[in-house]
């Protein structure tokens, strides 16, 4: 553990920010105990501390910052710093999707999903870093660069959403944007030890370029470190914009009161989960019992051609990306800079695109399909993925495309469906790796539009066995 203590990065210190989550600092920000220039500027030096040991930050806005400090912002959030993610336009910056074939000026208008989270009264620090196009559940690159875990930088901090998953987890700010496509809250979260959850579809607005896919299964969310900074988020957004077609959330501030049933997932789609991952999963079912809960186990009834038709899907929003770049991002989009990734998943797809109409039939299937099992049960508890964190390069899009698509479908089973279903699901780091003391995350799902259960247990569970601290 000398080794793994000597990898570990973070940025926490006694400054203003100390270890405090969004919603403290926004309390001592409006009491006047702290400015918010004293918190941008704590911010600031954290991240010049840790980011050349991540490699999280995509974009830099650090002046701009410090002049939002001086004026006066409003929403829950008032004043806390924060990163956008590289796939989420924001008017002044360019957006690369974490690609070397993108470049593009810079944005002149904020689209709605953009300006409702700013509207929360976020200090945007910059824009961080992702995978090209999301695809990959590890945020590396072709030329052998990666954003590391704050755990041990040896590792991987997840994907797509892991620049903001290594600045939270770091310290550098208590929340930033992630979305979601296929795990890509719930996977940093998993890796790097946070709080992430993937709401329903339609609870917040869409990006303009999920609201126009054949099947939307993009949603937007953040990385935290508490559960509150969580439901203050969402409770926030809600006010801004409600979807009358989902139930309300409310702000969650107190943990469930019922006893809930929960289904209890060991086996994945694809196969088996790893011994380390398979204990911890024992431990959390363990616990939720001894919370009062009933759990039982229970076996996914979903076909194994779903891992299939997933990826088919994935491959033909790949193909779509290298097809139409020029228009959708500009004349200078460059297909010759796509990475070994995205074109094996475009060329997975050509090469089987006449199943697209039974691919398409039985993905969209899977919403009902998915419905029904919670007429049996309240929550689904599983692992957020297969096997531990692995280390930088294992799933390498620097590695030959079947090798390096075999192990992202080994280790990526549990997140997809959720996507497809449309339905909420919440990572919570619930154990430690043994040799290297990782983080591994566990999933709690429900049923279309019930976020608030998911809060409300993840409040209890939080309060139950609080989360490791990367600085302890």
């Not at 979305?179 to 030890?193: H, K, L, Q, T």
């Not at 999963?281 to 001894?290: F, H, R, S, V, Y």
């Not at 430690?432 to 995350?441: D, M, N, S, Y």
Request: net charge neutral; proline share 5%.
């Amino acid at each position: 553990m000398q080794e793994a203590a000597a990898k570990r990065v973070h940025g926490f210190t006694n400054d203003v920010l100390e270890t405090f989550d969004a919603v403290k600092i926004s309390q001592l920000i409006k009491n006047k105990d702290i400015s918010v220039k004293e918190v941008t500027e704590a911010a600031i030096l954290r991240a010049q501390k840790v980011n050349p040991a991540l490699n999280a930050i995509q974009i830099e806005n650090f002046d701009e910052a410090l002049n939002f400090a001086q004026e006066n912002s409003r929403g829950i959030f008032q004043g806390i710093p924060f990163f956008l993610k590289d796939n989420t336009d924001v008017i002044g910056f360019p957006t690369h999707h974490g690609s070397q074939a993108i470049h593009t000026p810079n944005i002149t208008q904020n689209p709605k999903i953009t300006q409702q989270i700013l509207d929360q009264g976020f200090n945007l620090l910059g824009k961080s870093k992702m995978p090209e196009f999301g695809l990959n559940a590890t945020t590396e690159y072709k030329d052998g660069s990666a954003t590391a875990n704050p755990w041990h930088t040896d590792f991987s901090c997840g994907a797509s959403s892991g620049g903001s998953a290594a600045l939270v987890a770091s310290g550098v700010v208590p929340i930033a944007h992630a979305n979601d496509g296929g795990g890509s809250i719930r996977i940093p979260a998993a890796c790097s030890g946070l709080i992430g959850l993937k709401p329903s579809r339609g609870r917040t607005y869409d990006s303009d370029a999920a609201s126009k896919l054949p099947i939307n299964i993009i949603s937007e969310g953040v990385l935290t470190r508490s559960v509150r900074d969580t439901a203050h988020f969402f409770a926030g957004m809600e006010r801004s914009f409600y979807n009358t077609k989902l139930p309300q959330i409310g702000l969650v501030e107190h943990p469930i009161q019922r006893k809930l049933r929960i289904g209890f997932v060991t086996a994945s789609i694809t196969g088996t989960v790893d011994a380390e991952t398979s204990d911890a999963l024992n431990k959390t079912a363990k616990l939720l019992e001894n919370l009062g809960h009933h759990v039982e186990h229970f076996r996914l009834p979903i076909m194994s051609s779903f891992v299939d038709d997933f990826s088919h899907y994935w491959g033909f929003l790949s193909f779509l990306l290298q097809s139409f770049g020029k228009p959708l991002f500009g004349s200078s989009f460059d297909a010759s800079e796509l990475d070994h990734l995205t074109v094996g998943l475009a060329k997975l797809y050509k090469n089987n695109f006449y199943k697209t109409p039974l691919f398409m039939y039985r993905l969209n299937k899977i919403q009902q399909q998915y419905q029904q099992i919670f007429q049996q049960y309240d929550v689904l508890l599983s692992p957020v993925l297969a096997h531990t964190t692995p280390k930088l390069g294992y799933i390498s899009p620097q590695l030959p495309f079947d090798e390096l698509f075999n192990r992202i479908q080994n280790y990526v089973t549990f997140t997809p469906i959720q996507n497809i279903a449309g339905a909420p699901a919440i990572s919570l780091p619930m154990a430690t790796a043994k040799e290297f003391g990782l983080p591994i995350g566990m999933q709690f799902s429900a049923k279309i539009g019930d976020e608030r259960t998911l809060l409300e247990l993840a409040v209890a569970i939080e309060e139950a066995q609080p989360w490791a601290k990367i600085y302890q």
